[in-house]
C-alpha cells in the first residue's frame, strides 16, 4: 500500500482552504474600501445591466404561444380556422403550416355537402364540443370625408369563454351588431370613445353605437359581436391532445390547442411536425458566441484599470505579506479572490437592475405606444441569468489576473521605500503580439467560413465555437502585446507636440502599465462596437438587396377592387396632388373581387388543348400555355403612349401593338409571329375547379423586347408581381369581343414623388376595398437598432475613458502640485487632463476599430449567410468614425471642464 491518496486528500484540502483564506480577506479589503468596491461594480456591472435590461425587455415584448394563449383562444380548449380544400400538415402550436396542394384533398366535415365553406354544425359533430365564432375584420371609420382604417375584433364577451380575448374597462359588453366597444387603440386613431359613429365596410355606410372602452392585447381597435366566423373557439370539458389536431388537420382545419401548446412532448415524435417548428431568421451559434466572448473581453478590459489601480494602491499591503513569508500564488489568489467576489457582486446587483430597467422600459413603451401588440408577462430566465453570473465572474477574473500576476512579482525594497521603476518592453514581446493578433484572426475567419459553405447557418459544433473563442481572445491579446511598444513609440514622438499633449503623451508612455489597462478598456469597446455596426448594416445592406421595387421609385398606384369607382378615385387623387399625372391601367374582362372562390381571368394557349384545358393550366406536349386564371395574370388594355409610359415600350413595341398584335414578354414566347388562342372565364377553386368558358378568340401574337412586363424595372434574379400582373398588352381594338374591359389600376406620378401627408389623404378617401401604395423603396423600420448600438458602445467608451482619466489624476496629484508650485495656470492642468483623455482613448479607439473589422466581417459573413451567397461586408464608415472618434474628443473636453484648476498641494515623497 502507499500513501499518495492520503497526500493528494490533504494538497486539495490545503488549495481549498487557501482560498476560503483569500476570500475571507477579499470580503474584508471590500468592506474597509468600499470607494474601490463600488468603482469595479460599475465597471463590471454596467455592460451586465444593459445586457440584462435588452434581455428582458426582448422576452417579455415577444410573447409565444404559450403566453399568448388568453388572447388567441380565452378559455376554450382550441381554436379552429379552415385554411383550403386540402389537407393540412402544421407545428405543434398551429403557427406554421405546410403541405397545401401536395396532400389529399380535405374530408368533408359531417352533415356538409362537399367544396362548400366549413359550419359550426360540423365543426361540433366531429368535435364534440361547443363551437364559438371568432371574427377578425378591416373596417373603416368615417369622418366626414375621411375614413380611418380600424381592425374589429368579433366576440361575445357575456360568454366567458372569450375571457382573456379583451378586458372591458368601462361601459357593457356589445348585445346587438349595432354596438361596439372602443379600445385604447382605437382612441388612438382618433375614434371617439361615446356617441355614435359610422363604420364604412364595402361601400355601405352603418351606424353603430359605443357602448364603452375595452383593452385588447392584440391591439384591435374596436371590438363587436362575431360577423360571420374566420375562426372558432372550441368549448368543451376534455383537451384536445395532438392526435386529435391531426385528425382534424384531414379536415382542413388549424388547429391551436392548448393542451398541446402547454406540453409540446404530445408532438415530439412527430418528424414532420418539428420540422415546421423552426425560427424564421435563426441567429448563427457562431454569432452568439463571439458576442459572448466579446462580452467577456469588454468587461474584461473595462474593469482592468480600476483592478490595475488597486493593486497599485495595495502595494504596500502585498509587502507586508511577502515580508511575512507570502509566496507569489498566495498574493495572486489574494487580489483573485476580491475579482471572485467582486464580480458575483456585480452580476447579481446587474441582474436584479437590469430586470427593474427591463420592465420599467416596456411599461414606457405600452404608455407611448397604444397601437402595438401588448407584451406579455414579465419574463425572467435564469439559464439567461446564471449565464450572465459566470460571464462577470470569468470576465472579473481576466481583468485581475495580470494585476495579481504583475503583483506577485513586486520588489520588496522598492515597494517599502515607495519607489517604483518602469518596466522596459520586452524586445519579442511585439512581434509575437503581431504573430498571435494575425493567428488568431486567422483562426476566426477557417472557424466561421467553411461551416457556413457547406450551407449551415446554425453553427453548434462545440469545436467550432471553442476555436471562435479562442481566435478572438488571440486576436484581443495579440495587439495588447504590441500596445506597450506603441505607447512607448508615441512618448518618443510627443517632442513636436504641444505642451499638454506632449506631458499626456509622455505620462502616458513612462505610466505604460496603468495606460495598457486603459487602452484596452476603450480597444475592447471600440472593437465590439465597430463589430455590432458592420453585422448590422450588413444585414440591412442585403435586405435592401432582395427588396423589389413594385413600382418606379416616388411613384404610386390605386388597385381597384370589385365595383369600386375609378373615376371618383381618380378625383380624390387629383384633389391631393394637382401636378399629378394618372395613367389608367385596363384589364380585360372584370376586375378582381376580394375574398371569393370564384376567379375571372383568361388563358392564353398555342397548340391543340381545349379552351377548358387552357383555363384549369392543364399543359402537355402538344399544348403550350402561356399564361391561366391559377396564375393570377391577365392581359391589360389600354392606349398605345399609356402602356409605352407604363412599360417603358420600345418603338418596336409600340408599332406591333398599333397594329394589332399582341405583345408578350420575350420570356413567354418563342420568336416570330404566332397566332395565340386567349379565352375569357371563371374558375372556382373550391369547386373541383369548374370552368366557366366567356369569350374565346385567335389573335396575332409577337414577343416584345423586353423579357418581363413589368411597372418598376426588374432586378436581376427577381420576379416582380404587382397588381394587374400583365401576362401580354393590347389595345382596346385588338381584344373587341373576349369581353368588357375595366379600369383595375391607376399609376400616379407626381413631381418630386408623393408626400408622406398627400399618400395619407388618398389612403383615408378613397374606396374601401381599393389600395393605395407608394414605392419608396427598401425601408429600414429597425433603424433605432443602429443609433441603440452606437449609444451602448459610445457609453461605454465615455466611460471607460473619464475613469481612466479620473484614476490618471489621482495618481498625478504630486505632480500637479509641482506644476502649480512653478506658476503653472489653471488652464495648462485642465488641458493635461483634457489632453491625457484624448491620448488614451484616440489609441485605444482607433485600434479598437482596426480590431473590430475582423470579428465584424466574420459576424456579417455568419449573418448573411443565406442571402444568395453574397459574402461582401458592409462597413459603414461614418457611424463608426463618429463613436470611435467623438466620443474620445467629448471625454477629453468633459475631463478639461471637470479638472480642479487649483489642485491641492501635497508633499512629494520621491
Known amino acids: 500500500m502507499t500513501d499518495h491518496p492520503i497526500h493528494e486528500n490533504h494538497a486539495i484540502a490545503g488549495y481549498f482552504g487557501a482560498w476560503r483564506l483569500s476570500l475571507r480577506l477579499a470580503r474584508r479589503d471590500i468592506r474597509r474600501h468600499r470607494g474601490r468596491a463600488l468603482l469595479v461594480v460599475l465597471l463590471v456591472g454596467l455592460p451586465l445591466l444593459i445586457v440584462a435590461a435588452g434581455a428582458t425587455f426582448a422576452y417579455t415584448r415577444d410573447v409565444s404561444s404559450k403566453e399568448g394563449l388568453t388572447r388567441t383562444m380565452g378559455a376554450a380548449q382550441a381554436y379552429l380556422y379552415p385554411v383550403d380544400q386540402w389537407q393540412v400538415r402544421q407545428s405543434p402550436d398551429g403557427s406554421t403550416t405546410g403541405g397545401d396542394g401536395l396532400l389529399p384533398r380535405a374530408s368533408t366535415l359531417p352533415g356538409a355537402r362537399p367544396g362548400r365553406a366549413v359550419t359550426a354544425a360540423g365543426l361540433q359533430g366531429v368535435t364534440g364540443g361547443e363551437v364559438l365564432p371568432v371574427s377578425n375584420r378591416s373596417t373603416r371609420v368615417q369622418f366626414g370625408d375621411r375614413k380611418i382604417s380600424a381592425q374589429v375584433l368579433g366576440i361575445d364577451g357575456r360568454n366567458p369563454a372569450y375571457r382573456g380575448m379583451a378586458r372591458r374597462t368601462t361601459g357593457r359588453w356589445p348585445t346587438t351588431p349595432d354596438e361596439v366597444l372602443v379600445t385604447r387603440a382605437g382612441k388612438a386613431r382618433g375614434i371617439p370613445s361615446q356617441g355614435r359613429i359610422r363604420l364604412s365596410e364595402a361601400g355601405k355606410i352603418r351606424a353603430v353605437t359605443v357602448v364603452g372602452t375595452a383593452a385588447a392585447p392584440g391591439a384591435e381597435a374596436l371590438v363587436a359581436l362575431p360577423v360571420g366566423a ?27 390547442s392548448r393542451s398541446v401548446i402547454e406540453h409540446p412532448s404530445q408532438a415530439a415524435n412527430d418528424g414532420p411536425a418539428q420540422r415546421l417548428s423552426y425560427d424564421a431568421n435563426p441567429v448563427p451559434a457562431s454569432v452568439w458566441t463571439l458576442l459572448a466572448v466579446g462580452l467577456v473581453i469588454v468587461i474584461a478590459m473595462l474593469a482592468g484599470p480600476a483592478f490595475g489601480a488597486s493593486a497599485s494602491r495595495q502595494r504596500h499591503a502585498l509587502g507586508l505579506l511577502v515580508s511575512n513569508g507570502a509566496t507569489r500564488p498566495q498574493l495572486r489568489r489574494y487580489l483573485l479572490g476580491q475579482a471572485l467576489l467582486l464580480g458575483a457582486i456585480s452580476a447579481l446587483v446587474s441582474i436584479v437592475a437590469g430586470a427593474v430597467v427591463g420592465w420599467a422600459a416596456i411599461r414606457v413603451h405600452v404608455a407611448m405606444s397604444p397601437t402595438a401588440v401588448a407584451p406579455g408577462p414579465l419574463e425572467l ?91 478572438a481572445a488571440a486576436l484581443f491579446g495579440g495587439v495588447l502585446m504590441t500596445t506597450p511598444w506603441l505607447l512607448a513609440q508615441l512618448g518618443r514622438a510627443a517632442g513636436r507636440f504641444p505642451l499638454a499633449i506632449r506631458l499626456a503623451a509622455r505620462d502616458v508612455s513612462r505610466q505604460r502599465g496603468r495606460a495598457v489597462a486603459t487602452t484596452a478598456a476603450i480597444l475592447g469597446t471600440a ?77 392564353m394557349y398555342s397548340g391543340t388543348c381545349t379552351d377548358q384545358e387552357a383555363m384549369q393550366a392543364a399543359a402537355s406536349d402538344s399544348c403550350h400555355i402561356v ?132 399618400q395619407r389623404t388618398i389612403a383615408e378617401r378613397i374606396d374601401d376595398a381599393d389600395r393605395f401604395c407608394v414605392e419608396r423603396g427598401y425601408q429600414d423600420d429597425n433603424r433605432w437598432v443602429f443609433v441603440i448600438i452606437g449609444a451602448v458602445f459610445g457609453l461605454l467608451l465615455l466611460v471607460a475613458t473619464l475613469v481612466s482619466t479620473a484614476m490618471s489624476q489621482a495618481e498625478s496629484r504630486a505632480d500637479s502640485a509641482t506644476l502649480a508650485s512653478i506658476g503653472a495656470p489653471g488652464r495648462t492642468r485642465r488641458a493635461i487632463a483634457a489632453s491625457n483623455a484624448a491620448v488614451v482613448g484616440l489609441v485605444g479607439a482607433l485600434l479598437g476599430l482596426v480590431v473590430g473589422l475582423v470579428p465584424g466581417i466574420a459576424a456579417a459573413r455568419a449573418l448573411t449567410g443565406g442571402f444568395g451567397g453574397r459574402s461582401a461586408a458592409v462597413i459603414p464608415w461614418g457611424p463608426m468614425l463618429a463613436v470611435v472618434l467623438g466620443v474620445p474628443l467629448l471625454a477629453a473636453i468633459l475631463a478639461g471642464l471637470v479638472t480642479r484648476g487649483r489642485p491641492p498641494m501635497t508633499r512629494r515623497t520621491t
Not at 404610386?556 to 365595383?563: E, H, I, K, R
Not at 397594329?659 to 377553386?685: E, F, I, K, S, Y
Not at 423579357?707 to 373587341?736: C, E, H, I, Q, W
Request: glycine share 10%; aromatic share 6%; charged share 20%.
Open 627 to 758: 399564361s391561366s386564371p391559377l396564375a393570377g395574370n391577365t392581359i391589360v388594355v389600354g392606349d398605345v403612349d399609356d402602356l409605352a409610359r407604363v412599360f417603358r415600350l420600345s418603338d418596336t413595341d409600340r408599332r406591333q401593338l398599333r397594329d394589332g398584335r399582341l405583345l408578350l414578354p420575350t420570356a413567354g414566347r418563342r420568336d416570330g409571329p404566332t397566332p395565340m388562342h386567349v379565352v375569357t372565364g371563371t374558375v372556382d377553386r373550391f369547386g373541383d375547379d369548374r370552368v366557366k368558358v366567356a369569350a374565346s378568340k385567335v389573335l396575332p401574337a409577337i414577343a416584345s423586347t423586353q423579357s418581363s412586363l413589368t411597372y418598376a424595372a426588374p432586378k436581376d434574379d427577381t420576379y416582380v408581381m404587382s397588381g394587374p400582373f400583365p401576362a401580354g398588352l393590347a389595345t382596346p381594338a385588338a381584344v373587341r369581343g373576349l369581353g368588357a374591359v375595366s379600369v383595375a389600376r391607376l399609376v400616379i406620378s407626381a413631381p418630386g414623388g408623393v408626400s408622406a401627408d398627400a
Open 527 to 603: 472593437a465590439l462596437c465597430c463589430a455590432a455596426l458592420i453585422g448590422y448594416a450588413t444585414v440591412q445592406r442585403d435586405y435592401a438587396a432582395e427588396y423589389t421595387p413594385q413600382l418606379p421609385m416616388g411613384q404610386a398606384s390605386v388597385d381597384l377592387y370589385g365595383d369600386s369607382d375609378a373615376a371618383a378615385a381618380e378625383r380624390v387623387v387629383q384633389k391631393a396632388i394637382p401636378r399629378a399625372e394618372i395613367a389608367a391601367v385596363s384589364v380585360l374582362g372584370s376586375r378582381p373581387t376580394l375574398g371569393t372562390s370564384s376567379e375571372w381571368g383568361v388563358a
Open 230 to 256: 374566420d375562426g372558432w373557439l372550441l368549448k368543451r370539458d376534455t383537451p384536445v391532445d395532438w392526435a386529435e389536431v391531426k385528425q382534424l388537420n384531414r379536415y382542413g382545419l388549424v388547429v391551436q
Open 381 to 471: 430566465r435564469w439559464r439567461s441569468g446564471v449565464l450572465l453570473l459566470l460571464i462577470a465572474i470569468v470576465a472579473s477574473l481576466v481583468a485581475a489576473y495580470i494585476p495579481a500576476v504583475a503583483a506577485a512579482r513586486l520588489r520588496l525594497i522598492e515597494v517599502l521605500r515607495g519607489q517604483v521603476s518602469p518596466r522596459t518592453v520586452r524586445a519579442g514581446w511585439p512581434v509575437a503580439g503581431v504573430v498571435l493578433a494575425a493567428g488568431g484572426a486567422f483562426l476566426l475567419w477557417v472557424a466561421i467560413v467553411p461551416s457556413l459553405d457547406a450551407g449551415s447557418r446554425n453553427v453548434s459544433n462545440l469545436p467550432i465555437i471553442g476555436a471562435i473563442g479562442l481566435g
